[in-house]
């Protein structure tokens, strides 16, 4: 089993420095012991020019079968005979992997003391690997590799015999890579997708697996077109790892998203108000001040004292509510650990009093999916929040709320799309906030509205935030949901109390 990785340099920044990247000398060769064989690193050519390290792996079948690995795909046994005779020695497959973790542990993750700058910045790469199974073939080497920022990716198919090309390929591919990238990303890209391409562990798939996948796909694989089918692939098929792992890669994907609070709407706000000219009076209050005020007045309303704030960013709505005595329990949930750093921030969560703190607290979580933590609160506020969540993902939030934390009363506020033309600012068509997934018109908000609360068994009233326009309607719309199966069960607990 053979890998090589090469880079070009000058005598400014040689193409040497790649031994310090991987922790090994070029004027050496090194041995080191894996747990089915011997992993050499060896340096063919090494100058300012240009620098190529070699992995080889040389695997001892008989190892591989004392240890009880010898695994076709899926995990199911080879024939007696395979477990001796087959292409595990030879070709690139999770062997090579676990021996690029093993031999290249440093530069996986992307530490060097000596080189720190060569080690953040990308360089030019060109990774060459003899023989890789792949099942799926040269497309599909393509589709993986493709979206990873490689200026070449090349997969040429191996013939089952060149002196027979009527027989046609083989299931191997010789595989080039080339582009400029960090020599951390490339390997944490072997590391996963060699596995991958060979659609077989030589290894039981344990749940730690999902960890490592994480660890190394850090930065790519949550935004990768072929996520599923790299991830059922390196979990062997395991659904229940798959599931794990595909949660909290959407996890991820959503931390990574612009989790910046400033809405387009309220910057417009501001613009048109009067010049600041010292009297805080004076001052209209904006949009988003209109709209924690409007939400505030809906949860008192609703006598709530325990609040969620799902969707709570940098913590306004929460610093609001803390002001208010009779909130006697906060939870600030966002999936974004930036956003949530700011809000403790604001909130001075370390200077807090320990009273005022037991009333408070910030957690990481998903509105997509069910979360134990959520249950048992009076309300839960979802302000600003739909409109950033996908379509096809709005059933999974609302089951996750409605369904699932069910408080007694969810107040939802979004922006009203139709009164966007009265904002000079705001381009024809364009939505207020570049992570925008759309934005409803009062009609439409009020259909998906009344089509959660008759889902849930909750009524539903609805309120206009800010100047109501009478020909296009609020700026923001509000929507305040109460559990009618409780309301119902409070007003007949009243009268029977009066009755008495």
């Known amino acids: 089993m053979f890998l090589t990785i090469s880079t070009t340099g000058t005598p400014e920044r040689p193409a040497t420095d790649l031994g310090f990247l991987l922790h090994k000398h070029p004027d050496r060769a090194q041995s080191f012991s894996t747990s089915h064989g011997t992993a050499q690193v060896l340096y063919p050519e090494a100058s300012d020019e240009r620098c190529t390290a070699a992995l080889l792996l040389e695997v001892d079948p008989v190892a591989l079968v004392r240890r009880g690995k010898g695994k076709g795909r899926g995990g199911a046994p080879d024939t007696a005979l395979a477990q001796y005779v087959n292409d595990r020695p030879y070709a690139a497959s999770s062997l090579l992997a676990v021996a690029l973790s093993t031999v290249f542990r440093s530069a996986l993750r992307g530490v060097c003391a000596a080189r720190p700058e060569r080690a953040a910045s990308p360089l030019p790469l060109r990774i060459e690997i003899p023989a890789v199974p792949a099942r799926g073939g ?210 001075k969560l370390d200077r807090m009093g320990e009273r005022q703190a037991e009333r408070v607290s910030l957690v990481q979580g998903a509105l997509t999916y069910t979360d134990k933590r959520l249950t048992g609160y009076d309300a839960a506020v979802l302000s600003e929040v739909v409109e950033h969540v996908d379509p096809p993902r709005l059933p999974a939030l609302e089951y996750a709320v409605f369904g699932a934390a069910r408080p007694r009363t969810v107040v939802v506020t979004t922006p009203n799309a139709e009164y966007n033309v009265r904002w000079e600012t705001l381009p024809a068509g364009q939505v207020r906030h570049s992570d925008h997934r759309f934005e409803w018109t009062r009609a439409e908000f009020h259909a998906w509205a009344g089509e959660v609360a008759r889902r849930h068994g909750y009524g539903v009233t609805y309120t206009a935030v800010g100047d109501d326009d009478p020909e296009v309607g609020p700026p923001t719309q509000m929507a305040v949901f109460v559990e009618q199966a409780r309301d119902e069960k409070d007003e007949k607990d009243k009268k029977e109390g009066k009755g008495r």
Request: some cysteine; charged content about 30%.
């Open 138 to 347: 040269a497309e599909l080497v393509g589709k993986l590799f493709g979206p990873l920022g490689w200026a070449s990716v090349e997969a040429r198919p191996v013939a089952l015999d060149e002196r027979f090309p009527e027989w046609g390929d083989s299931r191997y591919v010789q595989l080039v890579l080339e582009g400029e990238l960090r020599l951390a990303d490339a390997l944490r890209q072997l590391y996963v997708l060699l596995p991958v391409l060979d659609d077989a562990k030589h290894y039981w798939v344990a749940p730690d697996e999902v960890d490592k996948l994480l660890r190394a796909g850090e930065g790519w694989l949550a935004d990768h077109p072929e996520q599923k089918l790299i991830t059922s692939r390196y979990l062997a098929r395991r659904w229940g790892l798959t599931r794990e792992a595909m949660n909290r890669l959407e996890l991820v994907r959503l931390a990574e998203a612009d989790d910046t609070e400033v809405e387009a709407l309220d910057n417009a706000v501001e613009a048109e108000a009067p010049a600041d000219t010292g009297d805080e009076a004076g001052k209209p209050p904006s949009l988003a001040e209109l709209r924690c005020a409007a939400i505030l007045a809906a949860l008192r309303d609703a006598g709530a004292s325990t609040v969620l704030d799902l969707g709570c960013g940098q913590g306004r709505l929460v610093q609001a509510l803390l002001k208010d005595a009779r909130f006697t329990r906060i939870v600030g949930v966002d999936v974004s650990v930036r956003a949530l750093t700011v809000a403790a921030r604001r909130l």
